[in-house]
């Protein structure tokens, strides 16, 4: 993790990375990354961040307040603007980018995936 966070020694194809883990109380319920630049498949496919949110914990309103969250992080270290994705078919992932104000710019085929992929754009 620490080589992550630093971006150094990092094996091919993985960049600079911040987790961050959210808590309720004492309970661990999501995470947050902040990827700080993209390779060429993490600007197809994969995009600056990551959120999930633990099962038990869903529908209600954690995965967009974490994103809400992980993008002024992203914002406090100089970002601009991220690329957030989703699978096509993540309806719930697609709604928490676009509450956070994702604009759509296309949507991608990951073969090695088999899935399609949307790419949004969120200004900072």
């Not at 700080?36 to 995965?63: C, I, K, M, W």
């Amino acid at each position: 993790m620490r080589n992550r966070a630093a971006g150094e020694n990092l094996p091919e194809g993985y960049v600079r990375e911040n987790f961050y883990l959210v808590y309720e109380g004492p309970v661990l319920v999501g995470v947050f990354s902040l990827k700080f630049e993209l390779t060429q498949y993490l600007l197809d496919f994969g995009g600056h961040v990551g959120y999930a949110v633990r099962p038990s914990r869903r529908n209600r309103g954690l995965a967009t307040q974490i994103l809400r969250q992980g993008l002024e992080i992203a914002r406090n270290f100089g970002f601009t603007k991220i690329l957030a994705v989703c699978d096509e078919d993540n309806f719930p992932s697609e709604k928490v980018i676009l509450k956070n104000g994702g604009v759509l710019e296309n949507t991608r085929y990951d073969a090695e995936e088999n899935v399609n992929v949307k790419r949004y754009w969120i200004a900072l």
